[in-house]
Each structure stands twice: as C-alpha cells, then as structure tokens.
C-alpha cells in the first residue's frame, strides 16, 4: 500500500453503490409495483432463511460465566508481577521506568537498599481504576517483571481493590509449581530473539 | 342428561379448559422465545430447569412478586379492569370453539365444547372482537402519550381489521350453510380433499392475515410497537397486570389457531391414519408455529400501510371473493 492510498481518510472509498429505483410516480405504475412484489415471493425467501438457520442449529451463543472466548496473548488486561523462576525473588529491579512512563500516572513504588545493597522494592501499586491498560509499563520493563494479564474481569466492590500488590505477584507456592507461564504478550521477547541478536563490536 | 348433572359437568368443562389453556399460554412464550432464538441462532432460555423449560416459573414468581403500580393521574378503576377485560375476552370466546372430537370417559360421552350453540363462528368473533376494549381502555386510561398512541393504534387497527375477519369468513359460510363450528367441522369429515382451504384459498390467505392483526402479532405489532412507542398501551403496566394481557394475547392466538383449523383446514376429522384428536393438535399447533415463524422472519409494517393494506387491497379481494363464490354457488 502507497503512503497516499494510506493516508487517504475517506471511508466513502470501498463503498458500493446500489441502484435504487425512483418510486413509481403514476397510479398504474404503482400498482404494477405491488403486483410485482405482492407475487415475488419474497416474504417465502425471509421464511425459508429463518427456517433453515432453525434446522442446521448452528448456535453462536456463549454462556459467558461458564465458557469464555479465547483471548489474544497480547491481550492487556490486568498486570502481573512476575518472579524469577530459580531463587523465587521478585524479578523487578525498582528501576522505576514503569513509573516514570505511566500516562495515566497509576503506578506507584517505594525502594530501598538491602543489606546487600541491592534496590528492593518495599512497595509496588498500581490503581486500576486509573489505569488505561496502554502497556507502555510492561514494553518499558528490561526484566519482563511487570506484564499484561488474561484476567478481565476485574468489577470490583472497593476501590481498594484495584490496587492490591499481593493480588498480582506470583504467588510463591504457585512458582514452585512451575505454574508461572512465560509471558509472550506486549512487550515480550519475540519467539526468534536468539537469531536476532547480534554481537557486541567486542567479541567480533 | 338431569340439569344439575349438565352445571356439574360444564363447570368441569369450564376449568379445565381455563387450566389447560392458560397453561399452554404460559408454556407458548416458553416456545415463542426458544424458537426465536433457535432462528437467530441463539440459545435461549437454558438455565430454570433442563433445557429452561421451568422459565415459564420463574416468569410467573417474578410477575407475581412484582410492585403493582398505578400511575398518579391515570383513570384508576379502568386501569385496573382493562387487562381483565383482555384475559377474559380470550377465553370466553373458547367457550364456544370445539376443542376435540367426542370422546368417551367412564362410560359417559363428552363434548369438548363448553356451550354447543349455533351461531358459534359469530359468538366467537364477537367476543375477540371486544377485546379490542383491553389495549384501548389500558392506552386511554394511564396518561401516558404512548399508551394513547397504542390506544389509538387500537381503535384503527383492530376495527378495520374485524371487517377482513368477517367478509372473508362469509364465504367459507355461504358454502356450509351453518355458523355452528361443529357443522363447519362436519362438513369437512370426507377427508383431507373435503377441507374448505381447497376451494376458497384465497378467504384462507386473507383470514391469516387478519388474524396476524387481531391478535397484534409480527408484521402487524403495531398496538405495542417497541421500536417506536415504547410498549405502546401497556407502557404504564407491570406485575401481574401486565401478564394478564400477555396471558389474554397467547390465549387469543391459540383460540385463532382453532378457528382457522376448523373453519379451514379439516378440524378434528381423521386425517388418514391420524385420529381426528391428534389432527386438531398438530393444525394447531403448526398455525401456533407459524406465529412465531412470522415474527423471526417478517418485518413490521406502518400504520399507514397498514390501512392501505388493509381498506385498499384485503377488503376488495374479501368482497370479490365473497360475490364469486354467490355466483359459482347459484350456477
């Protein structure tokens, strides 16, 4: 596609035409209209569709509670905080981009230094009654700590529920299991990473 | 027969036949909504009961348990008597419609027929006809502009719409020389080539389509026409009042189904190896079915063309057909 056909903004441009014709105007026109259409048959045509739509039973329902549709992996929903999958810590660094990115200035976090001077982040919240779901936290993150979610359905009584920390970390039993999916959504690694990273200068 | 044992078994009659229809009324919005949906590729109702065949239940609880509201300026006492007028005008035309066919119980022979007079396709029309009295004293009576508007659609539409009921039903008449339902339905016993849609096809045709707008169904919903006036006359009902109208409209289109069936289709003669009780109930219930059909398929009309269809094209051909038929008979 050319740029101009790109930047073309009229949505006129697939349009199709249908031919109508002008209403019949004399009396015996008009009624040549009616026996026309009286003897068509169409109404027959709007019976048999109904009906053969009945009899193939082809039904498009889903009961939502009970099944749900399939979502896109990239699909941006509620965040998850993931966590390393040997040693079980938090695999955010506190380096605070996520913060600093936020258009919807949701996110919130609180770090200090260790014992072994290294940043821990004491506190991590993000208000999801603020925040647009844009993803730019998760695609910001160097350590994949931070990523989009499955989970939609996030109604809720409180508003303090919309910030909870604990309810988006990985719970630990739940790593131990080695329930914790890779993420391959926004702002994950692309599936052929390997073959496209190249060599630093140095080693070549 | 002694004439107490005669109340005792019309009073057995009359309950039974209040029972039963008001039951298949219920069961046929049940029907109604699961065809419909099965032809727009929904599901339906699923969740009360296998298959949500006990929605009609949960209906029925919540209408009953529903506020029963008066608006403030509306005319009370005939707010409240209006749907009444609409349930009870459906089924006391029953009394004079010919359910079955005889039948013997304990020894006694019974006439499924509440009150077997003569002029029954008359006694039957009439009273469907002052049921037009429930949407229009409901429209008029509970200040509400939609309610007019379906009020006034009322008036319009049903009055016009007696006059192809009555002129396309009087050749069928002219033919068998009775008003009596179980005449009609005798004159049909030679069999399925006997029945009377073979030789007045067209009075047939124009009676389904007046039936269609006696009882207010799709193409011609205009009394409450959601798309336009909100629920026209029955806007300011709810609860129990509300149902009684639903209950009185279902019962109006089962009553229909019999009229057509006996008038036209053969009544509860056998139908080759089908006995004539099964007959009546598969003609009935395909007309019942082809109410709901309709509505899936077929669009609503306007009010004008409505009258159009109505003054300038059913009635002539009702006319045509009935000085056709005089004509063919005196040759």
Redesign the interface.
Known sequence: MSLEQFKDRNVMQNYTYIPVDNPPVEPIEKFKQVVKRTFKGELFVGLWVVFREMVRFNIHTVKYPMEKLPISPRYRAVHKLYRLLESGNERCIGCGLCEKICIANCIRMDTRYDENQRKEVTEYTINLGRCIFCGYCAEVCPELAIVHGQRYENASEQRAHFVLRDDILTPLDFLKEGKQEEFDGFGAVSPNADERIKKTPLAY | MTLTGFIIATVIKILVVLGVISALAGFGTYLERK?LA??????GP?HVGPYGVLQVAADGIKLFTKEDIVPQNSVKPIFKIAPIIGAATAFIALAAVPLLPEFEIFGITIHPIIADINVGVLFVLGVMASGLFAPLLAGMASSNKWGMLGAARTAIQLLSYEVVTGLSILAPLMLVGSLSLIDINNYQSGGFTDWIVWSQPVAFILFLIAGFAETNRTPFDLLEHEAEIVSGYATEYSGMRWGMFFIGEYANMITLGFLASLIFLGGFNDWGFIPGGLAIVLKVSFLFFFFL??R???PHIRPDQLMWLCWK?LMPIAVINVVVTGIVMMM
Request: cysteine-free; overall charge positive; charged content about 15%.
């Open positions: 065809v099965f032809m727009q590729r929904r599901l699923m059909w309709t899936a398929a077929w094209v």
